[in-house]
C-alpha cells in the first residue's frame, strides 16, 4: 500500500471513493512522479511538488500551483478558488474530466520546463 493510498483509508469511509478518483487520475497522468505526504497532503513530486490534494470537511482541495489557475481562470469562477488551490465541495459531483485537464496542464508545464 502506498503513502497515500494509505491517506485515503484513513479518511472517513464516505469520502474515500471521492479521493480514489482523484488519487486514479494522477497516477494515470502523472506516472512518472513519486507519490509522498508533503504539508501532511498527498502530493505527487518530481524534483518539485508537482500537485497535492487533500481531504477537508467540506470539500477536497486541490493544489496545482499558479500556472492552471491563471490558464483555467474562467472555467473557475464556479469553484471556490485562490492563487494555488481550488476547492471540490463534498455536496456536488466531482468534476473528473476537468481534474483530469488540470492535471495535464500542470504536467505540461513541468515538461516545458525540462
Not at 3 to 13: A, G, K, Q
Request: charged residues 25%; contains cysteine.
Amino acid at each position: 500500500m502506498t503513502v497515500i493510498e494509505e491517506y485515503i483509508e484513513s479518511c472517513p469511509i464516505e469520502f474515500r471513493d471521492r479521493l480514489h478518483s482523484v488519487y486514479q487520475i494522477l497516477k494515470e497522468e502523472l506516472p512518472f512522479a513519486k507519490e509522498k505526504i508533503s504539508y501532511q497532503m498527498p502530493t505527487f513530486w518530481q524534483g518539485e511538488n508537482i500537485i497535492h490534494f487533500a481531504l477537508f470537511k467540506n470539500h477536497i482541495g486541490l493544489y496545482p500551483t499558479t500556472g492552471p489557475i491563471v490558464l483555467f481562470k474562467d472555467r473557475l469562477r464556479q469553484f471556490k478558488h485562490s492563487k494555488g488551490a481550488i476547492q471540490f465541495q463534498h455536496d456536488e459531483e466531482l468534476p473528473i474530466d476537468f481534474i483530469r485537464e488540470i492535471v495535464i496542464a500542470r504536467k505540461n508545464g513541468i515538461l516545458l520546463k525540462s
